[in-house]
């Protein structure tokens, strides 16, 4: 059973006031933007993976639909139409469907993005081969519920990639401390260290809604290098998971 709204109006405000920076890669967003490679690579490699693409082939992605809840300004979404995926970009922060719009525009793009809910595309019955599920789950009323209807929306055999950051005192320090007091990358009050989720209670939350989680990694920051990598074990504060519908 999907829950009715998991949307927390208070989180949908904190990234609705910082809508028009989504392209800026020295604004708010400038953690993403560090961030986005990492990710993204991760995304091509799992869908490659478990829908046997050839990423080296034209449109690898093609005849895939693929949904990005919590789209933003589509730093995800952009790079996966261009590998060929039918894109449905959601997002229920109204202030970040005309950013993404027109930047999609700009880049010659054909993207559906809708100020929606995950609940309102799964009542219309909608499925998805795959559902990019990054950096939201922290920012959700009910996490639980939000995977129910992930998976609610998930074709068979479909695949759902979910990334947060974990509870811990490293992850407090890094991703509060650090980020949004320190190096000021975010605004303060952008995360709330009570709604993070350790690796075991997302995985344990996937299987609960009968989804298979198939890996979990680490994305780690090197202040050092300044830039940031995908680790097989350090999984201590950023970290993505990836789980297949049989």
């Given at each position: ?87 449905v970009g959601a997002d229920a922060a109204g202030g970040n469907i005309p950013v993404a719009q027109l930047h999609a525009q700009q880049s010659g793009l054909e993207i559906d ?76 009050g952008t995360h709330e260290f009570d709604k993070f989720i350790t690796p075991d209670e997302l995985c344990a939350m996937i299987a609960n809604t009968g989804l298979n989680p ?33």
């Amino acid at each position: 059973m999907t829950a009715t709204n998991t949307i927390d109006p208070a989180e949908v405000a904190k990234f609705e006031a910082m809508a028009a920076e989504w392209w800026d890669v020295n604004g708010k967003f400038k953690p993403l933007h560090m961030l986005n490679p990492c990710r993204l690579d991760y995304i091509v490699d799992q869908i490659a993976a478990e829908f046997g693409r050839d990423i080296n082939q034209p449109l690898p992605f093609k005849g895939l639909r693929l949904l990005d809840i919590g789209c933003g300004g589509g730093l995800l979404s952009e790079p996966m139409a261009r590998l060929g995926a039918s894109v449905v970009g959601a997002d229920a922060a109204g202030g970040n469907i005309p950013v993404a719009q027109l930047h999609a525009q700009q880049s010659g793009l054909e993207i559906d993005y809708r100020h929606t809910s995950a609940e309102d595309i799964a009542a219309n019955g909608e499925r998805f081969d795959v559902i990019l599920n990054m950096e939201v789950i922290e920012h959700v009323a009910d996490p639980q519920g939000f995977l129910e209807v992930c998976n609610t929306l998930l074709d068979t055999n479909g695949l759902l990639i979910c990334s947060t950051i974990n509870r811990n005192p490293k992850s407090y320090m890094m991703a509060i401390i650090g980020a949004e007091h320190v190096m000021r990358w975010l605004p303060k009050g952008t995360h709330e260290f009570d709604k993070f989720i350790t690796p075991d209670e997302l995985c344990a939350m996937i299987a609960n809604t009968g989804l298979n989680p198939v890996d979990r990694k680490g994305f780690v920051f090197n202040p050092l290098r300044w830039d940031w990598s995908i680790s097989d074990r350090d999984l201590s504060v950023n970290y993505v998971t990836a789980s297949t519908k049989a």
